[in-house]
């Protein structure tokens, strides 16, 4: 997509020509039919106007975007990606116009606020006890809808009191740098504030073997504003984790991160939105924890004395995983510790606030019942994700559906578990 830049002013009419451009090219496709609410979307309307995308209204376009929850599944997806000569970028595109969008219609605040994920659990954490039961509460959960516009059935993961940059600052100094391997370790606002265990697992297990691990300075990568076209807190949630992550990798550490979301813009997206050689560089060195391990285990560097079977394991992989286009490192990795994994290649329809909104969650819900049918098939011993919001939305879709009963782990917990290492590792 050669005419389009996500940072660059919009042209409305350059705009308009590339979406009908990119409209025609799919319509003679439609390998992506039924891949998301947009393709669906977009097809039914191809359709309806008989392949004249000429004939698309503004609130056509507009629900096109609306319901793109920035899953990227489509980019992998599509065979005419560059460098073939028609380039077509799908998910720049609807970035693009959720930034028109932002411009034209404004920003809700509901939606400015549900992407303040540091400001959010700074708040939720302190008041952690009344928050989880006011959440539990269903007076609380209708006025939130009413008010906010957050769905009432939304369940949400507790907000830790003790955060885990707060568990991390109470660990004396360890220096397990027997290896001489190095890890700044990017743990994300969500394991910061809520799934603080999967910090702490991966803590555990890089430390096991022997990687030194130090936590820089961080706030949220940015991620969740691309629903909403906020492109300036996008370039400055990149700049602020640069220039935080920057001095460790000069210092020759890597980078490693177990949320997929944070390590696809670390990775992928940072170089769109700063310009300079530093996002490239230490994207050049940012991990998924997973692939890290394997990585390690390539090297010979793999500790093998696990001491428990995890058994069959059911593991969806998240969106952005797959995106990144590293392989089921997940998957490998817990098959080192002796599990059997079956994989499970369908998303959750969680993607952060998009499934909170009061318009969305019923579509988000539907979306995860295809990944649950498939759980449902395999006769797992435990259920996992990369991503703890897909985890939840995979609990939450299946208690709905009256399947699973099994809480879904991150991959780096259930190894952990498999090293016979402790689940509430203690600060001594």
Known sequence: MKELRLLQPIDPATLEQETLRIYDVCDGCRRCFNLCPSFNTLLDRIDDYESDVTKFTPADHHRVVDE??????????CPYTPPHQYAIDFPLLMAVWKKRLAAERGIRWRDWLLTRTDLLGRLNSALAPLVNWGLGQ????SLMQMVLGVHQERQVLHYQQ??????????PSRNAGATGKKVALFASCLVNYQATDVGKATVQVLEKNGIHVVLPDQSCCGMPSFD??????MVKAAEHTIASLKPWVDQGYDVVIPTPSCSLM????????????DATRVAGRTYDVCEYLMKLKREGGLATDFTQKPGRVAYQVP??????????????????AGAQVEVIEKCSGHDGSWSAKTEFFPLSMKIAQKAVRQVEQVPADVVASDCPLAGLQLDQAGAQAHVGGKSAQHPIQVVRDAYGLPRDPRTS
């Not at 920035?70 to 992998?76: G, M, P």
């Not at 670390?266 to 050689?277: P, Q």
């Not at 969106?319 to 080192?336: A, P, T, V």
């Open 138 to 141: 269903k007076w609380v959960r």
């Open 228 to 233: 909403i076209g906020d492109t300036t807190a």
């Open 266 to 277: 670390v990775k992928r997206e940072y170089a769109n939105l700063v310009s300079g050689e």
């Open 162 to 171: 003790e955060t885990f940059a707060r568990w991390w600052g109470r660990r």
């Open 68 to 77: 793109c929850y920035y899953c990227k599944l489509c980019y992998n997806h």
């Open 319 to 336: 969106c952005h995983l797959r995106d990144q286009n590293i392989g089921f490192k997940s998957k490998e990795l817990m098959e080192c």
